[in-house]
Nanobody, 123 residues
């Protein structure tokens, strides 16, 4: 079964930076789309940044010009560089991807979520 493994979360002071990583483990054919979401305490999960079709990117207004999503296609790994962090960025950050798997003669696309990594921005 395919899993997404996130890393890079932690405690950082306001104005600091962190870099999150997400890589798949297990057997799969390809990954169509990858992105980052977050969920703050008492709030709904929201999109942070994602690659769109055609290799474009989409960012939440609250993180534009501070966060950058990137990927290493050879490793099927996606990164989220977070700069100028604010206390309101505190949340559990989740990696999300559409993973293509082949089961016998069938091709299936499965949406997979990572386990989440906690980012805390506090002085």
């Amino acid at each position: 079964q395919v899993q997404l493994v996130e890393s890079g979360g932690g405690l950082v002071q306001p104005g600091g930076s962190l870099r999150l990583s997400c890589a798949p483990s297990g057997s799969f054919f390809s990954i169509n789309r990858m992105g980052w979401y977050r969920q703050a305490p008492g709030k709904e999960r929201e999109l942070v940044a994602a690659f769109t079709s055609g290799a474009g990117t989409n960012y939440a207004d609250s993180v534009k010009d501070r966060f950058t999503i990137s990927r290493d296609n050879a490793k099927n790994t996606v990164y989220l560089q977070m700069n100028s962090l604010k206390p309101e960025d505190t949340a559990v950050y989740y990696c999300n991807a559409d993973v293509v798997v082949i089961i016998g003669a069938l091709v299936r696309v499965r949406e997979v979520w990572g386990q989440g990594t906690l980012v805390t921005v506090s002085s």
